[in-house]
């Protein structure tokens, strides 16, 4: 009997795994204008795409040139229904990703503010948004 219970619950564990990980999983692709930071990493303008993986508050940014996995928070929007979007606070010609927003729902991921970033917003006036609107697939 403890045999039957304990295979019970490890197959019944790793099916609930793999519907996790593939029922969640997000991708959104995006044009990045210009060079940013993600964390304490430069990232080089271009295409991403922007993977989010279910239930782990961790996100992928891929690039032809640069992979950055991120660790995140969870946001709640203002609206039921999000657009997909990326958020930076620009300070000067200096840009950080701030919020990811997946377009699918109200949820959303935001960012720390990196040491970087603290250092530059002690010495300056309050940071402008840029926003840049994402293709979801």
């Not at 490890?10 to 609930?16: E, K, R």
């Not at 993977?51 to 929007?77: F, P, Q, R, W, Y």
């Amino acid at each position: 009997m403890k045999n039957l219970v304990a295979r019970i619950l490890v197959v019944g564990t790793a099916l609930a795994g793999a519907l996790c990980v593939n029922a969640g999983d997000k991708s959104i692709t995006a044009y990045v204008p210009f060079n940013f930071y993600a964390g304490s990493t430069v990232m080089p303008q271009g295409a991403y795409r922007v993977d989010e993986v279910a239930n782990s508050g961790m996100v992928a940014l891929k690039t032809t040139h640069a992979t950055k996995s991120i660790a995140t928070h969870h946001l709640i929007g203002k609206s039921l229904d999000e657009p997909a979007r990326l958020l930076f606070r620009r300070y000067g010609d200096a840009y950080f990703l701030a919020e990811i927003w997946a377009g699918d729902g109200s949820n959303g991921h935001a960012l720390k503010l990196s040491a970087r970033e603290k250092e530059i917003a002690r010495g300056g006036p309050a940071p402008a948004l840029a926003v840049i609107s994402l293709a979801v697939r």
